[in-house]
Structure formats: structure tokens, C-alpha cells
């Protein structure tokens, strides 16, 4: 009866709500802010967070990235901003939607919520509307953004202006009952994007991350790189028996046998836990180190 | 087992994230006094006007009531020498007593104790109107008391001309834009606030543009904020100030532009901060009737 130890991969998807609580924390630091209405303009507001936070969250200790692109974008000075894409292609190699899974704040809000007990659907069926978060990305976040412009050049960030229930949430709901003045100024915008903050809400109590799934244009950029990041998800074929656990455990509707790294995976790590075998885990440096660790590895947890 | 024992800390902070949601809440009905306090005044200038009204109407009462011999007393009197400051009920017994012989005896009784009834009534007037003016003058030391930031002002104009807080004791109002060169709602606005500074340049009133952009005399971004105001076709002035003074510490904390204050004549700020741009219909109704506003109590002033 001698019991397992424990492998890393297996420890940090256990502490996953941990790490997400401590991302959230730290990329929202000013937390006295919320209670002045006020946002923090410092320094590091010129950063981006890697997560979905809104820049205007009296909390906030960063930029938003999408915010930020859309910013840029939309400027009549820039046409292009290379230091977002960067930092994009950066994030996406080193982690790829591990961030999703992660250190995205909206993210562990939807996590939250689905822990609310109640009847949960299946997403299974609905995955072609997985497509339409890059129809987001491009038109809202990129053509709009760029191509709708005033007469010197300026655009509107579309996807904060007409879409991101974030913003609502951390931005004009605290910004609003802390400022007088802001809350004055609330519309008719104002009102349509609470409607998608609570369908976002509901849904997400019914469903596992529909935002993240369907919507968010920042996931769809990471999830390009998910093949291709650092950080990835192996399998080991000589330990799998094809028990089909990690598909059945997979909220994002991966195949985790066929395609560890789906674009669609968020790293949040429930087949690694629900692998009988230890089968799966977490691999930082793919490819020629993968070799190694293989030949290791057995010996390794036989010494264990 | 072990998935619950982080359930529970997971469960916690969630009630604990709707608890500072709560206080967040609780922030806001804190503020509610104060709303109803500004409530509660302006109920109570509310009945002392009413009251006026009231004194007003008792006068009107009794004119009504003897309208024969009024009419005839106010056929007799002359306009020109009406001294609205003086005691209406001394001008009509002067008025009655020089014109004593053109009314009978009765007349005369009615007339006397008419007027006696309204002096009473023009004392409590004075009462009211004393108070109300005291209340008023009270307010007014209070917005002296709290230091404005653009009491000491002094900043430059695009072509280098130096301006100080004499800015703003030419006009009864000046109506202070705040914005920067990438803000597109602000740039959107420009041409209306130039409108808007044409409009109420008659009425003692101006509209200056400060860009937080241009502080301390940064030359591209005044160059940049140049060809941008002429592009939208704004003519009015806009100012350079210095990011450590008073008034580019205001304006570095607003976090939301466009904003538009209104400053008087003493360089005290006036009302709330207005976010959003005028052109919005809505928006330009609510700061036109601020403007009025503000216009009216400077020549009351006066």
C-alpha cells in the first residue's frame, strides 16, 4: 500500500485556484483604490498584465493587452503596435493559454461561478461557435479599430467600447459607485454591456468559461501559439491505457490523447488529476528534452 | 478529499469578494446623506420662497379687495419716482398723502389701514429676504474657504503669451476643457466647444482648452494639439500649465475625458466636473444650463 508521490504537474493543477486567486491579486494591487473611485495612473500602467483586466479598474496594476492593442491601433500616430504584438508572441511561446487557465482574473471569475451548484450543460455540441471569438479578434479588435476612423485618423477600441462585460465589472460598476461624476455619465452603453456581463454571468453558471470559449479575443491570440508553446502537455503513450478519463475530465472539450495541445486547452490541468496512470503532465521545453525525460523518467519513479 | 479542502478556501474567498462588493455598496448609500442633504436646502429656500410668494399674494389680496381706491392711487403715481429700495408702504402713504384731497373720508380709512396691514407684511418680507441673502452670502465663504486650484494660476498660450489667474476675473464664467491629443471622444467635441465659446463670448463667458499632454511647455505635443485644434476648426484659446502647479495636479488626477469644469470669476470651481463631450445634445443643455447658471449668480453678485 505504498502511496504515490505526487508528480509537479499533478501538485500545480491542484493548487490552481491558489495560483489564480494570488494573479488576480497581483494584477489588481491598488485594491484602496476601489473605495475612492479612483484608478491608479502610475508608472506601470504603461505595462500589460497578461490576463483580461481592465486598464480602468481602480485596481488595476497594469494595462489590458487587448485594450492596449486597440488603443494603439486606433491612434492616429501609430498604425501598427509592435511592442503588444510582442509582447503577445512572447506570452503565447512561453506559456500559451496557460495563461487562460492561469493568471487570467476573468477567467477565475468564470471558474467561480461555475462552482455555484445547479444543473451544468454540455459544450460539447456548441463547439463551431469556438470560431467566432477570432471573427472578434480580427473585426473588433484589429479591422475595426484600425479602418473606422475620424478624419485625422483616430478609431474607437471596439471590443472595450461594444463588448467586454470586464470592463463593465471592473471598470464602470466600482469606477461608478466611487465617482459621483462617472456615474453621472452613465448611458445607454452603459446598460447594453451589463446585459452581457449578466448573460456572460448566467452562462457561465451553466457552462465552463463561455466567454473563454467563445468570446475572448486575448485567449484566441494565445491559442495560436498553444501548439507551438514552451509550456505544453504531454502524454506519455507508454504509460496511457486509453481509459479516455482525461477526455471525460476535459471541461474545454479537448481530446487530450489526440491533441494535448488543442488550441482550445487552457492547461487548467483536470486530466493530469484525473489520469489513473500519471500518464499526463505538464513539460516546459518540448521536443528534444521530451527524449530525455522519456528515458529517465521510468527509472526515476521506479527508484520512488 | 483533497479537490474539497480547496473547494473551501476557493468557497470562502468568494464570499468574501461578495462582502467587498457589499462595502463598495455600502460606499454608495454612505454618499445618499449628502444628496439629501442638498436636498433638504434647497427644500427649505423652497418654503421661504413660497412664504414670499404668500406675503406677496396677501399684498395682491388686499389691493384686490378696495380695487376702486388702489386703482385710483396707482393711477396717481409716477413712475419715475418709484424707489424700489425704499419702503413700499412709506411710497404709497406718501403717494396717498399728496394726493389726500381726491379721496373721501371712508376712502381714506380703507386706504390708511390697507397700508398699515402692508407694512407689516413688507417687514416679514425683509425678514425672509435678509435671511435668505445671509444664507446665501454664508455659502459663498464656504467656497472661498476650500482653496481652489486655480486661485494662483498661471500658464502660457500656444504662441508664448504668459496668462495668470486674471483669466478668469475678465468673465463670470470660464468654462475649462480638459483633454488630450489621442482621446478621440475629446478631439470629437472641439468644434462644438468652439461653437460653444462663440456662443457665450456675449454673455461674459470663455472657453479655454488645457491638454494634459502640452504640461510644462512640451513643444511637439503643443505642436501635435496645435494641428489638431485647427483641424477641427477650434479657435478658442488653449493653455500650456506647468504639471507641479495646483492646477496640473487637478488635472492630472481626472481619469475620465473629456472633462469640463466651469470656473468664476474668482477662480473657484463651480459645480461638478462634467465627463463626456458636448456634443452630445444632452450634454451641451446640461452645461449651457450650468453656464446660465453661473452667469446669473455673478451679476447677482453685482
Redesign the interface.
Known sequence: MDKKKKSLSQKTA??R??IQ?AATLLTNIHIPN??KG??Y?GKAKTVCVPGLNCY?CPAATGACPIGAFQ?VV????FKFTYYITGFFILLGVLLGRFICGFLCPFGWFQD?LH?IPGKKFSTARLKPLRYLKYIILVVFVILLPMLMT???G???PFFCKYICPQGVLEGAI?LS??N???R??LGKLFSFKCLILITVIVLSILFYRPFCKWICPLGAIYSLFNKVSLLSIRVDGSKCVGCNQCVKACKMDVDVCKTPNHPECIRCGACI?ACPKDAIHYQFLGGACQQKEDSRKPQSTDNN | M??KK??I???T??AA?FL?AC???G??TT?KPQDSQTEASTEATGDSSTTLDDLYQQENQIFADHEDVWNKVFGMMNKSTADPSGNYADFLASTVESNKDAFTKDELNTLTTDIETIRKIEEQIAEIEKKDTTSESADANDNSGSTSPFRNFSGQDYDGNTVDESLFSGNAVTVINFWFT?C?PC??ELSKLNELNDAIKSMGGEVIGINTETFDGNETAIKEAAA?LE?QGAKYRNLSIDASSDAGKYA??I??FP?TILVDRNGNIVG?????GIDNQDNYDTLMKQIQSVIDADSANK
Do not use: Y
Not at chain 1, 486606433?74 to 500616430?77: I, T
Open positions: 491542484r493548487i485556484g491558489w486567486a476601489l473605495f479612483k484608478i495612473q480602468s488603443a486606433g491612434s492616429s500616430k467561480l462552482k475620424n478624419s485625422i483616430m478609431g474607437d466600482p459607485i466611487g459621483p461624476a462617472i453621472s455619465a488529476k | 483533497k479537490t480547496t473547494f478556501p476557493i468557497v474567498l468568494c469578494l467587498t462595502t463598495g455598496k460606499a454608495a454618499e489621442g478621440k478631439v470629437a489638431v483641424s492630472s488626477d481619469m475620465a472633462t461638478d466636473p462634467m465627463l463626456g
